[in-house]
């Protein structure tokens, strides 16, 4: 199951990450960055309902920091992207 999970989420990344670099070269990269974050966290949570596990504190603080790392770092990527030639 972890194996097919990790699939899942490089496909989920490679697609934002195309889809997102193609959006920032019309719409401002900050939009594309917040809106691919509430996306993922919505996907993030839906998937979460359907495979229950047990999860304390450190677990969401832990998630928590990736989500900010992750918003930080697509904040760059996208911006690099909608300004490269």
Request: aromatic share 8%.
């Amino acid at each position: 199951m972890g194996a097919l999970l990790a699939l899942a989420s490089a496909v989920c990344y490679g697609i934002v990450d195309f889809a997102g670099g193609l959006l920032s070269r019309h719409i401002r990269h900050t939009a594309v960055t917040f809106f691919g974050q509430v996306g993922g966290l919505l996907l993030a949570c839906a998937a979460a309902l359907l495979m229950p596990a047990a999860v304390d504190s450190t677990d969401l603080l832990w998630g928590a920091l990736s989500g900010v790392g992750s918003g930080v770092a697509m904040r760059f990527l996208n911006r690099g992207l909608s300004t490269a030639r």
